[in-house]
T-cell receptor
Framework: NAGVTQTPKFQVLKTGQSMTLQCAQDMNHNSMYWYRQDPGMGLRLIYYSASEGTTDKGEVPNGYNVSRLNKREFSLRLESAAPSQTSVYFCASRRWGEGYNEQFFGPGTRLTVL | TQLLEQSPQFLSIQEGENLTVYCNSSSVFSSLQWYRQEPGEGPVLLVTVVTGGEVKKLKRLTFQFGDARKDSSLHITAAQPGDTGLYLC?????????FGTGTRLKVLA
């Protein structure tokens, strides 16, 4: 099991360029999440997908779109990148049920927007 | 919106020392989780606490949930360099999680 995988690991964009961050999980989890992490601000939720076919906004959705392609894959798109979107992006999936509730995180994508 | 404040923000200690970090909320937690994040990696779950007053131990780490479920603490006994990392608390809603700002711990050999 690879767990949660993210691509790419690093990316540099110019202001106004677009890109898609890819995330996949092989644990058959229903829920998936996208977070951004900035110094001194912890993890902030961008979008989440409670189950295949649904997506909802988190705390900081402006400037982003998501697609839950299937149960395994949840992508994050920046249509027109801005320097304020320079951050480390984490994807997570969630296992929950009777007696357990845990998020599993990918290794992150470090994005710089010039 | 629930806010989670963690203190201290930074902590640098010598190997063998004890330490406590705190997580405080503006409202009652339904449940509270602690994660550790090492450099270049995603967070990893350490523990979930659910009941007010609950204490859980994980080797040298002791987690306590406040009686009123508005605060939590993490105590590390005899810290080791392997404990170095960012410690995050998180509150869970139905589907969404809110994370605290984190405590960055460095344990010097």
């Amino acid at each position: 099991n690879a767990g949660v995988t993210q691509t790419p690991k690093f990316q540099v964009l110019k202001t106004g360029q677009s890109m898609t961050l890819q995330c996949a999980q092989d644990m058959n989890h229903n829920s998936m999440y996208w977070y951004r992490q900035d110094p001194g601000m912890g993890l902030r939720l961008i979008y989440y997908s409670a189950s295949e076919g649904t997506t909802d906004k988190g705390e900081v959705p402006n400037g982003y779109n998501v697609s839950r392609l299937n149960k395994r894959e949840f992508s994050l798109r920046l249509e027109s990148a801005a320097p304020s979107q320079t951050s480390v992006y984490f994807c997570a999936s969630r296992r929950w049920g009777e007696g357990y509730n845990e998020q599993f995180f990918g290794p992150g994508t470090r994005l710089t927007v010039l | 919106t629930q806010l989670l404040e963690q203190s201290p923000q930074f902590l640098s200690i010598q190997e063998g020392e004890n330490l406590t970090v705190y997580c405080n909320s503006s409202s009652v937690f339904s449940s509270l989780q602690w994660y550790r994040q090492e450099p270049g990696e995603g967070p990893v779950l350490l523990v979930t606490v659910v009941t007010g007053g609950e204490v859980k131990k994980l080797k040298r780490l002791t987690f306590q949930f406040g009686d009123a479920r508005k605060d939590s603490s993490l105590h590390i006994t005899a810290a080791q360099p392997g404990d170095t990392g960012l410690y995050l608390c998180a509150s869970k809603g139905t589907y969404k999680y809110i994370f605290g700002t984190g405590t960055r711990l460095k344990v010097l050999a």
